[in-house]
Nanobody, 126 residues
Framework: VQLQASGGGLVQTGGSLSLSCAAS????????MGWFRQAPGKEREFVAG????????SYGDSAKGRFTISRNNAKNTVYLQMNSLKPEDTAVYYC????????????????????WGQGTQVTVSS
């Protein structure tokens, strides 16, 4: 599985960005997907996760109420809509995928995800 994240950029406080992550392969529709982020000097943290049908989602505390994760299995793509952005949202955002038909851990558990994209930079200016 190869993952290609895009959509990052520079935005002002209060603005919005929409990230996309395109996945290769035929197993996307049976893989849980997630978004993580890592700011300089900090550990990688969970942002949002979604089950393979899209029926279950999970958000990190920093994302609740502002970010929305979704997926389009026909397009092998997962999205992260980010609204009301804050300077503390500045980070490299990574998409991740679990093994096909494996949902053995919580969506916010990093160990659930086996494949990682290259990351896209999000910078929020104050």
């Amino acid at each position: 599985v190869q993952l290609q994240a895009s959509g990052g950029g520079l935005v002002q406080t209060g603005g919005s960005l929409s990230l996309s992550c395109a996945a290769s392969g035929r197993t996307f529709s049976t893989s849980v997907m997630g978004w993580f982020r890592q700011a300089p000097g900090k550990e990688r943290e969970f942002v949002a996760g979604i089950s393979w049908t899209g029926g279950t989602t999970s958000y990190g505390d920093s994302a609740k109420g502002r970010f929305t994760i979704s997926r389009n299995n026909a397009k092998n793509t997962v999205y992260l809509q980010m609204n009301s952005l804050k300077p503390e949202d500045t980070a490299v955002y990574y998409c991740a995928a679990g093994e096909p038909r494996d949902w053995s851990l919580a969506l916010d558990n990093r160990a659930q995800y086996k494949y990682w994209g290259q990351g896209t930079q999000v910078t929020v200016s104050s």
